[in-house]
């Protein structure tokens, strides 16, 4: 359950930066955007990684 938990909030983690990007791409502030999808990336890639760690 816990496993679940973690990845789940994780997930939920990138998408929340996914929309924060989006908005400061929409504003202007692209310097922000880049080192939120730099953000984004490492996340995904923890999470790819936990995921085979825990299945």
């Given at each position: ?52 760690y825990?299945?």
């Open positions: 359950m816990k496993k679940e938990k973690i990845l789940k909030t994780l997930e939920e983690n990138i998408n929340c930066l996914i929309e924060v990007k989006n908005k400061f791409h929409y504003l202007g502030y692209f310097e922000n955007k880049q080192a939120i999808s730099t953000k984004i990336e490492y996340l995904k890639l923890q999470n790819s990684t936990l995921k085979i825990f299945y």
